[in-house]
């Protein structure tokens, strides 16, 4: 074996524990993360106020924020402290530097394009695109499940 495929694999296994302990954290704080998602190291999950949970088979690409909460809230409504939630379902693919806000449901099988700033709730099978994310087409199935190694 090489000296490049050496250093390969172990640049390789030295990701897997640093995104095995990203997850873990963030069960820790309180998301709730389903079987095969792969969350990118960097990308901002925010449980300070609220709740986040994200189904099974979903990657969350570079730079993607999931703000569980909105702090200017109150200013806007005296009654509103800005707690929410955000659901994210199965099989969900969100691109390099998208929003989720508050109180957002994600249907199974979507795609959230890159930069999608996204403010309301997402039909199952949908390609969401742009600021304010707007469903651009539906997805037609049968969906290959995201992540998944076994296939390659």
Known sequence: MSMKNIIRIAIHFVGNILR???L???KLLGVKIGKNTM???G???D???GKVTIGDNCLITSGVKILSHDGASRMIDINDFGNGEVIIGNNIFI??????LKGVHIGDNSVIGSGAIVSKDVPPQSLVVGNPG???RKLVGPFPILNDHKSH
Request: no cysteine; aromatic share 4%.
């Open 20 to 22: 095995f302990i990203h």
């Open 24 to 26: 873990t954290r963030l």
């Open 134 to 136: 707007k469903v651009i």
């Open 47 to 49: 449980v300070h106020r």
């Open 39 to 41: 969350i990118s190291l």
């Open 43 to 45: 990308a901002k999950i």
């Open 95 to 100: 691109g390099v530097n998208a929003i989720i």
